[in-house]
C-alpha cells in the first residue's frame, strides 16, 4: 500500500521515514557569538498554496529569550553552512487573547533565494489537514511525531557541528495516541500520549514543543493516507502532549 505526500508516492512504513526531512530543530542565528547557532525546540517546515513555511510555538521564542526575526532555515547536509533567513512572521493567537505561552508563529521564507532549501519543505494540500481522529471509516490508524528533545533549553552549535545538527540535536520519531481519559485541556488542544514515560524511552520533554504530529491511516476501502494532524504546544514527562489541531491551524495559515 502507498501513500501520497505533496505528490510523492511512498509505500506506506516508508512514510514515517520520509517526514522526518520536514522535522527541525528550531535554529536561532547569533550574530555576536563564537557559537553561528542556538537551538530552542522543534519546527515544522510546510509548504501550502505555493509559500513556504516554518511554524513553531511563540513560547520557544520567548523561553529562549531570543527575537522571531532570528530564527533561520539551515541546510545541514551541505559541506558549507547555509541558512536562509525568513521574509515575513506572523504570531497567531489561539484563545480569547494574545498569551505567549498558548500562541504560535509561523515564517515564511522566499525559496527562490536559493532553490535547494525548497525541499526542505513539505508540500500539503488542503485535505491533508487532518482532525483527530481523521474522518471516515477507518481500518488502522498510528500516529506519530518527530521531535528534537534536549536536557537543555538551548543547544549551543559552532559552525562545523551545524552540519550534524540532527545528529546533535538527537531527533527522536514517537508512536503517539489519543490520551484514553477526558481531561481539562488548555484551550484548543487535544491530549495524546506516548507509548511510555518520555523519561523511559530516555527522552526529556523538552524540546518536544513545535513538533508536528502526523497520521497514517488506512480507510475502510483499503486506501492509505497520509497527513498532519497538528503540533505540538507542551509535553510532559510521563507522555503527554498537548496538540493544538491541524484544522484550526489551516484556519489562521489561510488568513496569511
Known sequence: MSVDIGGLYL???????YSVKFCAPLLFQNE?????????GSCFLFRFRGRFFQIATQHQITNSIRDAKDVRVALPETLETLM???SKSFVRNTSTKSDPTTDFRIWEYDVSLDARFSQSFMRLNQEDFLAIP??????????????????????????????SVRMRTNWAKVQVGPHPDALEII????????ADRLSEMGLSPDGFSGAPVFAVYQTADLQCHFGFCGLITHGHEDGR???FPAP???ASIRTL
Request: charged content about 20%; hydrophobic content about 40%; proline content about 8%.
Open 11 to 17: 509505500p506506506a512504513l516508508d512514510s514515517l521515514d
Open 32 to 40: 555576536s557569538s563564537d557559537y553561528p547557532i542556538s537551538v530552542g
Open 84 to 86: 536562509l533567513s525568513p
Open 134 to 163: 481523521p474522518g471516515g471509516s477507518i481500518n488502522e490508524l498510528i500516529y506519530y511525531t518527530v521531535a528534537f528533545p534536549s536536557n537543555a533549553q538551548v543547544l549551543e552549535l559552532d559552525d562545523a557541528e551545524l552540519r
Open 187 to 194: 484551550e484548543g488542544r487535544v491530549y495524546m500520549r506516548c
Open 241 to 243: 502532549l498537548a496538540v
Open 248 to 250: 484550526e491551524l489551516l
